[in-house]
């Protein structure tokens, strides 16, 4: 059973930093894409940020371009998300996702199969 645990988010000022981590088990870790989607009150789920399986190449949404970077432990079957300069437009629930087996992620939600709980990031101006 494939499982992604979430932790790290928390109340932030503006301008301050925090690291997302999603721990995965239940899959070959290595062999699958991730991602990072945030979601705010009252919007869609959105892309934040993604990594390939295989060469580790990054995709980022333009909002996050410079703040944020995605990276992954193999080792350790976990994807983590550092998040810098962070901005109240950054408030969200977060949630990381794998991608089918093999595949190179995309920023669409529905080429993902697993996701995780979701952490809170709540950034005060």
């Known amino acids: 059973q494939v499982q992604l645990v979430e932790s790290g988010g928390g109340l932030v000022q503006a301008g301050g930093s925090l690291r997302l981590s999603c721990a995965a088990s239940?899959?070959?870790?290595?062999?699958?894409?991730m991602g990072w989607f945030r979601q705010a009150p009252g919007k869609e789920r959105a892309f934040v940020a993604a990594?390939?399986?295989?060469?580790?190449?990054?995709y980022y949404a333009d909002s996050v371009k410079g703040r944020f970077t995605i990276s992954r432990d193999n080792v350790k079957n976990t994807v983590y998300l550092q998040m810098n300069s962070l901005k109240p437009e950054d408030t969200a629930v977060y949630y990381c996702?794998?991608?089918?087996?093999?595949?190179?992620?995309?920023?669409?939600?529905?080429?993902?199969?697993?996701w995780g709980q979701g952490t809170q990031v709540t950034v005060s101006s």
């Open positions: 996702a794998s991608m089918r087996q093999f595949r190179r992620p995309t920023e669409g939600t529905d080429e993902y199969n697993y």
């Open positions: 239940g899959l070959t870790f290595s062999t699958y894409s």
């Open positions: 990594i390939s399986w295989y060469q580790g190449t990054t």
